[in-house]
């Protein structure tokens, strides 16, 4: 005996949930996009200083890596690592650094059109510390 089924009918493609799913992916890609623009703006921490220009500088490549950063603006507003301190701020930063390295790099990144002493007053309090190896960020 036979059993009649009905009739044969083509397979679809069920159009709803093809759409759902490239929304889905749309979405992931616009987060995740989102999420990696925050991240580097974490790392970079851009400040915005004009360096002084140099005509021999060491390339970015042959120099370390740096145990601390220290950014003076044009106002003489100082930044480690890129986030306001005070000079008493950067005082305590600086002698943490010395108790666990006394062979840390610093680099001071000096805005061109900041006062002289406002950098002479960093690497005052680096010798104060007994860090000597520091290094002066310019522009090619």
Not at 30 to 59: C, G, H, I, W, Y
Not at 81 to 94: I, K, N, S, Y
Not at 122 to 132: R, S
């Amino acid at each position: 005996m036979r059993i009649e089924l009905g009739e044969d009918q083509e397979p679809e493609i069920g159009l709803v949930a093809l759409i759902d799913c490239i929304f889905f992916l749309l979405m992931f890609f616009m987060v995740a996009t989102t999420f990696k623009q925050q991240e580097e703006n974490r790392k970079n921490r851009a400040l915005p200083v004009d360096l002084p220009k140099s005509d021999a500088t060491l390339r970015a490549e042959d120099a370390s890596e740096p145990g601390m950063v220290i950014t003076i603006d044009r106002d003489g507003k100082v930044f480690v690592d890129g986030a306001a301190t005070t000079r008493q701020g950067l005082h305590d930063r600086l002698r943490g650094l010395a108790a666990r390295d006394r062979n840390a790099s610093i680099r001071i990144d000096g805005d061109r059109r900041a006062d002289f002493q406002s950098v002479v007053r960093v690497m005052d309090l680096c010798a104060f510390e007994g860090l000597t190896n520091l290094a002066v960020h310019v522009r090619e």
